[in-house]
Structure formats: C-alpha cells, structure tokens
C-alpha cells in the first residue's frame, strides 16, 4: 500500500513538474521572441533615420553647390559644397557610431538575458525540487528503511523461488555446454 501511495504520488508530481517546466519554458520563447523584435525595431529606426539625413545632405550639397556656383561666385559655390559634403561625411560617421552603439546596447541585452536565463533555470531546478517525492527531499524520513524490512520479509519465499528457477535453467544448459572430457555435472547445493 505504501508502494502504490509513493508511486501515485510520484506520478502526480511528475505533472506538476511537467506544468511548472512548460510555464518556464512559455516564459523563455516570450523573452526571446520581445529581444528579437526590439533589435528589429531599434535596427530599422537607426538605419531608416540615417538614410534619411544622408539623402537631405546629398540634395542639399548638390542643389546648393550647383546654384551658387554659377549664379554668385564659384569659390561660394565650392565652399557650400564643401561644407554639404562635410555634412554627409559626418552623418556616415554618425551613422557607424549608431551601428556600434546598437551592437553594444544588443550585446547588453543579452547579457542581461543570459543572466535571466540563469535565474529561469534556476527557478526551474526548484520547481523540479518541489516536485520530488517527500523521502527524497526531507532528510528526516526514513529513507530506504521500509524497503529493507520488505525483503527481510520476502526472502524466505523468494529464495525457494529463485532457486528453483535457476535449478531448471541450470539442468537445461548444463548437458548442452559441458565439455567433452566430462560425464556428467551436477549442482549440489546454491546458497543465498
């Protein structure tokens, strides 16, 4: 009766422990799923933002740069396509230093979810602890006390048992594998 109680029991808390692991589970593909859509999100804005103003410098630097050339004086012009190019050196530089900081900031992501990665498993590892049966996880009960009285209680039965299963597997193997220089061999006594 013992036996069937701890058994059930053991089952019962392998579906607890199989909702607490699917729950953790659920909770690491919904963190992983938010990370990839962030980066996407943080990725498209800079990359949109930056194509954007390099445009605004490039039309700027050839309009401008073209009408004052011809219309006031070509040193004005040059110096307006200057400061134009300048300007569009400067947004690509801005644009790798975003890049960098995006990287950076991304690698801090997964920092911190590695780091909550190792919280979930450790979260994980207690609800698996709470799942195990009482004998595993309280030291104050007995633990495998019970099953030793059990076999102290079967053995005089079992020992009849075993030793007439192995008497009739030894009298059917026994003529078919002796060696040829022997008549006969026959087992005596089996202690147990």
Not at 14 to 33: L, S
Not at 38 to 44: P, Q, V
Not at 75 to 94: C, D, R
Request: proline share 3%; net charge negative; charged share 25%.
């Amino acid at each position: 009766v013992l036996l069937i109680h701890m058994l059930i029991k053991a089952v019962l808390s392998d579906k607890e422990k199989d909702k607490e692991v699917a729950k953790i589970e659920a909770k690491k593909k919904e963190e992983e799923e938010l990370r990839d859509k962030m980066y996407e999100l943080r990725t498209s804005l800079a990359s949109k933002t930056i194509v954007a103003l390099e445009s605004i410098s490039a039309f700027t630097a050839a309009y401008l740069g073209g009408t004052l050339s011809s219309s006031i004086s070509p040193v004005l012009g040059i110096l307006v396509a200057g400061i134009a190019f300048g300007t569009k050196y400067f947004f690509s530089f801005t644009r790798a230093n975003t890049r960098y900081e995006l990287q950076h900031s991304t690698m801090q992501d997964l920092t911190t979810l590695t780091f909550d990665r190792s919280t979930l498993d450790k979260d994980m590892v207690k609800a698996q602890a709470k799942a195990l049966p009482e004998w595993v996880s309280d030291p104050t009960i007995e633990k495998n006390e019970w099953i030793n009285e059990l076999l102290i209680a079967l053995w005089p039965c079992l020992r009849i048992a075993i030793r007439k299963s192995l008497e009739s597997t030894l009298d059917a193997y026994i003529p078919e594998y002796k060696p040829a220089f022997l008549d006969n061999i026959v087992v005596h006594e089996m202690g147990m």
